[in-house]
């Protein structure tokens, strides 16, 4: 599980650092690389996963997703 107010405290370092402003971390712009996301998930990191832990690429897209708009919202 992550731990959402730590995101919180140290996203907005992270985003001054790389230059990036909200609309650039948010969900428009996630929504506009899935496909890409998915070909990663699939080549990179599905074989990460422990066993039993396999999780279907639209199952934790959605989990992360909703968790960036929160995230986001808070900022």
Do not use: Q, Y
């Amino acid at each position: 599980m992550v731990d959402e107010e730590r995101v919180l405290e140290g996203l907005p370092k992270k985003t001054d650092v790389r230059g990036l402003g909200r609309e650039e971390i948010g969900a428009g712009r996630l929504t506009g690389r899935r496909e890409e996301s998915r070909a990663d998930w699939d080549r990179n990191l599905v074989h990460l996963l422990p066993p039993g832990g396999r999780r279907e690429f639209d199952e934790v897209w959605d989990l992360v997703s909703e968790f960036l708009v929160r995230v986001v919202a808070a900022l």
